[in-house]
């Protein structure tokens, strides 16, 4: 049972442009959401992470949106570059517990 | 100077033999895991171990034998190798269980025929 849902599969943006990829999840008692990102040959990394605690993280040209309310949590990428193409995870834990991933978005910043 | 490093990176072999893969982590955590990523690129987690104590055993078939001779190394061992199990297979680490950074290794490409 995917505990985690991630949309869109692929993503297609032009250099420049916003990047948004959206997750959603079910358990309530999740209280870290963290974002991979993996390169192709590579493996995942850690791109950034929230806390349910608050409703917006930025790193950068990347930022999280969390909505607690409807159980869904976005990344955005701001002024996307070629070098951000690449695969993304969103995932999400609760302490105690391993963590939850989602099944990728493939993202394709065109020059 | 890599953190979690994985040998081989590929693997090429034949329906039924048996192949192990070797991790090793020099970040001083206490955890490591296993996981398989398909062909989709979907990340499943097969096994966790926490100071060389197994703790998390996903539905795995018994094919798949991990061992961790210490905190900094852990190994995954398959018998009888069937073409399903063709995937990249990922070490990782992090410090303290169940935690969500996760630190991991650049994978191991195994290929059965």
């Known amino acids: 049972q995917q505990q985690v849902k991630q949309s869109p599969q692929s993503l297609i943006v032009q250099k420049g442009g916003i990047s948004i990829i959206n997750c959603a999840y079910e358990n309530t008692a999740f209280d870290y959401f963290p974002w991979y990102q993996q390169f192709p040959g590579k493996g995942p990394a850690l791109l950034i992470a929230i806390r349910p605690d608050v409703s917006e993280k930025k790193e950068g040209r990347f930022t999280i949106s969390f909505n607690k309310s409807a159980k869904q949590f976005s990344l955005h990428i701001m002024d996307s570059q070629p070098g951000d193409s690449a695969t993304y995870f969103c995932a999400a834990s609760r302490t105690g517990y391993a963590l939850n991933f989602g099944k990728g978005t493939s993202l394709l910043v065109t020059p | 100077d890599t953190a979690v490093s994985q040998t081989p990176k590929y693997l090429v072999t034949q329906m039924g033999n048996d192949k192990s893969i070797k991790c090793e982590q020099n970040?001083?955590?206490?955890?490591m895991y296993w996981y398989k990523q398909d062909s989709k690129k979907f990340l499943k987690i097969m096994f966790s171990y926490n100071n060389k104590e197994l703790i998390i055993n996903e539905t795995v078939p018994n094919r798949f034998s991990p061992k961790s001779p210490d905190k900094a190394h852990l190994n995954l061992h398959i018998n009888s190798l069937e073409l399903g199990d063709s995937a990249v297979y990922f070490c990782a680490s992090s410090q303290g269980s169940f935690s969500g950074e996760l630190f991991f290794g650049e994978g191991s490409r195994l290929t059965v025929l």
């Open positions: 970040l001083g955590h206490d955890t």
